[in-house]
Structure formats: structure tokens, C-alpha cells
């Protein structure tokens, strides 16, 4: 068996443009990290921390694949 730990960081900057949205939502960025898959970036996942800091935000989401996971990364 081999075993293959992604231990790569991708940031994808994605622009929605919806009238449907109340203005208030005009430059609005939400942060959103997947797949961890219990994966540690770095001490204390120190690497995407780093890379969350560099990008502002309004709102951070962490979404796990699996039920059995609440890692949390802050």
C-alpha cells in the first residue's frame, strides 16, 4: 500500500456577481477550507494560518469530509 498525504495549499479567488444579493454583500469575502482530512500544514497548522492572515475576509467557513473529524484550525 502506498499512502499520499496532500500537503498542499491552494487559494481560488472566485467573484459571484448576483442582483439577487442586498449591496451590503458588495465586496463581502468569505474564506472557505476543505478537505483537511485531519492533516496537520505545519506546527499547530501554522502554514495556513499564515496563508488565511494574508487574505481579508468577512467570514471564515471549515468544512470537514468526514462526521468523525472536528478538526479545528483555529
Known sequence: WNIVQN?????NEITINNDLLPNEFSGFKIVHVSDLHNA?????????L???????FNLLKQRSASRQSAHNIV
Open 50 to 56: 499564515s496563508l488565511i492572515a494574508e487574505v481579508p
Open 7 to 11: 500537503q498542499s495549499v491552494h487559494i
Open 40 to 48: 496537520e500544514l505545519g506546527e499547530n497548522n501554522e502554514k495556513l
